[in-house]
């Protein structure tokens, strides 16, 4: 009896030699390997404790009193410097500890706040800005800069070189620095010269007055 299929093999792919199963098999334990690296190198070493705090400095030059300050919906630990004296436009901002830069360009969207028209429209997010690795988990961010950062991305910078100048692109409402000091993913406390600056919470506005120790170093 017939059943009207054909008796002949089912398919007519031709088998996969043992040496191409090999092939395969290593391809594919390769890709595994590479996905595990890949997590190995950008997760473990965020695992690690950070290192000591570095001795942070204000951002701004050295000897030069700042208001440093917060307000409610800020966000925790986040910092604005406003100098005390003098036009805060195209001030400089320095490096508060040595380190690599990590970011350097647009955060966000610029708008349209400068020093010709100062209540032009607000942008969105940070504007200019510069992100640097201080090693050991520390990171320092400096955002809301008048124009291109003077410095790129791999960039060594030591601490008191100039990274940009102060402005207000971004979400800014005037010319001041917004900075934040980072041990791994999380913000916290500002210290500057060893000392934390009491800025912890944004439940309520404050204020303090520091003066900037971030002065050039004696060539021994």
């Known amino acids: 009896m017939t059943t009207g299929r054909s008796t002949t093999a089912r398919s007519h792919r031709p ?12 391809v594919a334990a390769a890709a595994v390997l590479g996905v595990i690296l890949a997590i190995t190198l950008v997760v473990v070493p965020m695992l690690r404790p950070a290192g000591p705090r570095p001795l942070f400095q204000l951002p701004v030059a050295c000897g030069e ?76 961010q400096y955002l809301h ?26 979400n800014s409402g005037a ?10 993913w999380e913000k916290v406390e500002t210290h500057f010269d060893g000392a934390p600056s009491g800025i912890t919470t944004d439940e309520r506005e404050h204020t303090v007055r520091l003066t900037s120790g971030n002065c050039p170093r004696a060539v021994s």
């Open 65 to 140: 009193t700042w208001q440093l300050g917060t307000y409610p919906g800020h966000d925790d630990y986040d910092v604005d410097l406003f100098p005390t004296e003098g036009e805060a436009w195209g001030r400089p901002v320095l490096a508060s500890y040595g380190g690599t830069v990590t970011e350097a360009g647009i955060n966000g969207s610029l708008g349209g706040r400068t020093p010709d028209n100062p209540e032009g429209p607000r942008g969105r997010g940070g504007g200019y800005w510069v992100k640097i690795d201080h090693g050991g988990k520390w990171e320092t």
């Open 175 to 184: 010319p001041h620095l917004h900075y934040e000091q980072r041990r791994g």
């Open 145 to 170: 800069m008048l124009e291109p950062p003077l410095v790129k991305v791999g960039q060594e910078v030591a601490q008191g070189d100039q990274i940009g100048l102060l402005g207000s692109t971004g």
């Open 15 to 26: 088998a996969r030699s043992p040496k191409i199963r090999v092939l395969i098999a290593l």
